[in-house]
């Protein structure tokens, strides 16, 4: 999320607010999160009390909404999940933070360098400088302090690629020290730059942070190459049935299914994910059946024993509601109603006996059968990921990799086992808090692992039509190394 205004002059106390959102994201982390009661995780309900205690320290030093704001954002980094988080309220307008900028931007490149990818007219840099160090702390360290400890899991190239880009806009983050002076190689020669921080407005930060990482998300559809090769954009799997991406999967979902010879001919199929940040793992188990058959999908064991969720009373009124609208709607398969329904029984049923988690072994992302081989199918399945795709997407990509789909685009995104939030409003009216509601046991990949392409592309995938060629020069290498 970004914002952009503030001051101490708006009347807030910020640091009454900094205690009070605090107190409040420990104490639904501890009443919801598996993780307090996860014997395989001891350390964690100690790491929740010492991040409170870091958040309650820096409110005595809070004096604008920029303290509190980025203080809350390194209460939740510091969990390096991404279903563990603090965001800005939906239903209030916040304040804005005062943005500078020293007239050029940075991002990580495939190859972890930082260099200059953006800058105003009157910068002394050029475009592709390399940043080496800042008053005295190396390229790494400064954007590990000044971004990673506010955006977490700073050791997936991912994220680095995705969030490195803010290593030089300045929002007023009390809890860093702005670089004064930069070192940078600029062709075969060293030059040091004293940097002149000057506002930005928000627009112009937008679109200087837009060239930072260019990630494409086109609408959710299917079209033919010219070669008759299927191409399915798959850049949304959210769960709301009313939302967008579930007006535009089930349409598309039925017509694959009315029609099944559009991929049972096609030569090559291609399942792009760019965009897609997760959602509802039904999606990709739908999309899947269509693929590789039903009898393929069910029988994939992806090598997880099972779940376990958090039995308390706020998350089963969570699950509940999801349930509702499943019910008040025709865009979810029958399988997820109905375990969804399990899953709420379980939930009651170990709430009732004062345990604080249900073992759910016959959950839908999960298979009790034995490992069989993928399919043999007589076409390509190309799957195209991003440094953005993570929960749900992976979940699809775990699953399609299963079945036979040849990875190719960038590394992924990664999470934990801890998944499926929930999301509450914080006292302040400021923030809110997003925390996992279940654990999984025994995945097959591990927590916080990415997954690697097959076929990397090291520069951006936001060029559809180059994308599409790449994609179809290794359609046409598999071919000729099956010929």
């Known amino acids: 999320m970004i914002l952009t205004l503030t001051g101490a002059t708006d009347g807030t106390n910020w640091a009454a607010a900094l205690r009070q959102d605090a107190q409040a994201f420990h104490a639904d982390i501890a009443a919801n999160h598996p993780g307090v009661t996860d014997v395989a995780n001891p350390q964690f309900a100690g790491q929740n009390d010492r991040e409170l205690a870091l958040a ?25 999940d991404g279903h563990l988080d603090f965001g ?82 300045d929002e007023g983050n009390p809890w860093v020290s702005r670089p004064a002076t930069c070192t940078f190689q600029v062709g075969s020669r060293r030059t040091r730059v004293k940097l002149t921080w000057t506002p930005i407005g928000p627009a112009e930060r937008d679109r200087q942070l837009a060239r930072t990482f260019s990630r494409a998300a086109e609408p959710i559809g299917m079209r033919t190459l010219p070669d008759g090769t299927v191409w399915l954009t798959l850049s949304d799997f959210k769960a709301d049935p009313q939302g967008p991406a579930a007006k535009a999967l089930v349409p598309l979902i039925a017509h694959l299914t009315a029609a099944p010879e559009v991929l049972r001919d096609a030569p090559a199929i291609v399942l792009d994910l760019r965009g897609n940040h997760g959602g509802s793992s039904d999606w990709s188990r739908q999309l899947a059946r269509l693929v590789w058959g039903k009898a393929a999908v069910d029988a994939v064991n992806l090598g997880s024993d099972g779940v376990e969720w958090r039995a308390s009373r706020a ?20 399988e997820m109603r109905s375990w969804l329904r399990e899953t709420i029984t379980g939930m009651e049923s170990a709430l009732a006996a004062g345990k604080a988690m249900w073992s759910n072994v016959s959950a839908p992302e999960v298979s009790s059968s034995p490992a069989v081989p ?36 960038q590394e992924t995104s990664a999470d934990t086992i801890y998944m499926d939030a929930r999301k509450d409003a914080l006292p302040s009216g400021f923030g ?43 359609i046409h290498e598999i071919r000729d190394r099956a010929s």
């Open 56 to 80: 309650m320290r820096r409110a005595d030093q809070t004096l604008d909404f920029a303290g509190y704001w980025f203080a809350m954002r390194a209460y939740a980094a510091a969990f390096d």
């Open 88 to 169: 800005g309220a939906r239903d209030k307008k916040l304040p804005q933070l005062i943005t500078r900028w020293p007239g050029f931007l940075t991002s990580f490149a495939y190859d972890g360098r930082q260099r200059v990818v953006t800058r105003a007219t009157s910068s002394p840099l050029p475009l592709g400088a390399e940043l080496i160090d800042c008053d005295g702390k190396t390229a790494d360290a400064l954007a590990a302090a000044n971004v990673g400890e506010f955006s977490g899991r700073w050791f997936l190239a991912a994220t680095r690629m995705q969030e490195g880009g803010r290593l030089f806009v």
């Open 315 to 334: 998350n089963i009124a969570t699950l509940k509601e999801y349930a509702a609208a499943l019910d008040a709607s025709s865009t979810s398969s029958p």
């Open 374 to 409: 993928a399919p043999v199918i007589r076409r390509s399945v190309l799957m195209i990921t991003d440094p953005g795709c993570g929960s749900a997407c992976l979940d699809a990509a775990d699953l399609w990799l299963a079945l036979g789909a040849v990875h190719v685009g």
């Open 432 to 474: 809110r808090a997003i925390v996992p509601m279940k654990v999984y046991r025994g995945r097959k990949r591990g927590s916080n692992v990415p997954l690697i392409p097959t076929y990397v592309f090291r520069d951006s995938l936001a060029d559809t039509p180059r994308l599409e060629r790449r994609v179809q020069a290794v």
